[in-house]
């Protein structure tokens, strides 16, 4: 098993520039998250969903769409990216909503 | 958005020594988990704990959940270089109905050989 996989690991991107992270795991998981992390705040919440065709929002949702079209992908979508958007991104699964997650590598992001 | 102490910040100590570190809550915990993060990498679950008072070992490394539910400690015994990195701690409340765990602000750990 590959485990979770992000891409890209680094990016940067102009003001007001769209762009998709991807966020693929290969353990049939049914719970996915997205975090951004900033320093000094930990890991905060953006979207998650518990199963294919099911997503809600999580603490900082706000610039950022996400779908759930299969059980194995979940792409988080900057709409028109800002500075304050500039942060670290990390997926997750579990199996289930109680369970323990996963993180992949992360994604890197910069916006000017 | 519900509110993670960790404590202290970041931590430097000659190998060798054990290490403390702990997480607050203000309102009740199911569950509590730790976590290590190595630079650049995401974070790895060390130990995941369930159940008010419970006690588990991984290795050198021990975490509790605390009697009140709103609290967990990681001990880390007899340091060693590759023990550095930054320490999280999670929970998911017990009264939450959004499916959320929380992150804790991170302790980063510095050993000096």
């Known amino acids: 098993n590959a485990g979770v996989t992000q891409t890209p690991k680094f990016q940067v991107l102009k003001t007001g520039q769209s762009m998709t992270l991807q966020c693929a795991q290969d353990?049939?998981?049914?719970?996915m998250s997205w975090y951004r992390q900033d320093p000094g705040m930990g890991l905060r919440l953006i979207h998650y969903s518990v199963g294919a065709g099911i997503t809600d929002q999580g603490e900082v949702p706000n610039g950022y769409n996400v779908s759930r079209s299969t059980t194995e992908d979940f792409p988080l979508r900057l709409l028109s990216a800002a500075p304050s958007q500039t942060s670290v991104y990390f997926c997750?699964?579990?199996?289930?909503?109680?369970?323990?997650?996963?993180f992949g590598p992360g994604t890197r992001l910069t916006v000017l | 958005g519900q509110q993670l102490n960790q404590s202290p910040q970041s931590m430097f100590i000659q190998e060798g020594e054990d290490v403390s570190m702990n997480c607050t809550s203000s309102s009740i915990f199911n569950t509590w988990l730790w976590y290590k993060q190595d630079p650049g990498e995401g974070p790895v679950l060390l130990i995941a704990?369930?159940?008010?008072?419970e006690l588990t070992s991984n290795g050198r490394l021990t975490a509790q959940f605390g009697i009140t539910r709103k609290d967990s400690f990681l001990n880390i015994s007899a340091s060693i270089p590759s023990d550095v990195g930054i320490y999280f701690c999670?929970?998911?409340?017990?009264?939450?109905?959004?499916?959320?765990?929380?992150f804790g602000t991170g302790t980063s750990l510095t050993v000096i050989p």
């Open positions: 704990l369930y159940k008010a008072g």
């Open positions: 997750a699964s579990s199996p289930l909503v109680t369970d323990t997650q996963y």
């Open positions: 999670a929970g998911q409340p017990y009264s939450n109905t959004g499916n959320q765990f929380y």
């Open positions: 353990m049939n998981h049914e719970y």
